[in-house]
């Protein structure tokens, strides 16, 4: 298996995890959140939701420049929400279709506008940019789940709402 047969196979298994939790996002709490300095629900969740585009970037460009962008707009249903998601997703699916392994030792840069944040390979960018970055935000997204008394699905395993059988 390749390199990038890996990450792609690694996509889809997070992916699917990353999906169960954000079907629990209780539209209603948006505006929460655990601590006045923490994202409220509604951030935490957009951003888990965008968070594919930082892979799609790193597959299909040698840099992700964040100057200009427009705020994602509000979330107004969890219909919203996961089409969000999806499409993030299956844009990415179509981007590893044409990558390959050849492209993991490129140089990649996340900058805005001169200012450069990150300066690594491309398979930096998606372990580190992508992977790690979603499922520690995905962690955090659990932890609001729980303290709103929402069950929180199983990502690696069981967890006190949902055992395995």
């Known amino acids: 298996?390749?390199?990038?047969?890996?990450?792609?196979?690694?996509?889809?298994?997070?992916?699917?995890?990353?999906?169960?939790?954000?079907?629990r996002v209780p539209i209603d709490k948006l505006a929460w959140r655990p601590h006045e300095k923490s994202n409220s629900l509604e951030q935490l969740a957009k951003h888990i939701a965008n968070l594919p585009n930082m892979l799609y970037y790193?597959?299909?460009?040698?840099?992700r420049n964040l100057a200009g962008l427009q705020p994602l707009p509000p979330i107004e249903s969890k219909e919203q929400l996961m089409?969000?998601?999806?499409?993030?997703?299956?844009k990415v699916l179509t981007a590893f279709e044409s990558f390959s392994?050849?492209?993991?030792?490129r140089k990649w840069e996340l900058?805005?506008?001169?200012r450069v944040f990150i300066s690594t390979t491309k398979e930096d960018a998606i372990r580190y940019m992508y992977f790690n970055h979603s499922i520690h935000h995905r962690g955090q997204l659990s932890v609001y789940l729980r303290l709103?008394?929402?069950?929180?699905p199983g990502m690696y395993g069981p967890t006190a709402d949902e055992q395995m059988s």
């Open 1 to 23: 298996m390749s390199k990038t047969e890996a990450f792609l196979a690694e996509f889809k298994r997070e992916t699917a995890s990353t999906k169960r939790m954000l079907e």
């Open 58 to 63: 790193a597959i299909i460009a040698d840099e």
């Open 83 to 90: 089409s969000f998601f999806e499409e993030n997703c299956a």
């Open 101 to 105: 392994d050849d492209s993991l030792s």
């Open 111 to 114: 900058k805005a506008g001169d």
């Open 148 to 152: 709103l008394d929402v069950p929180v």
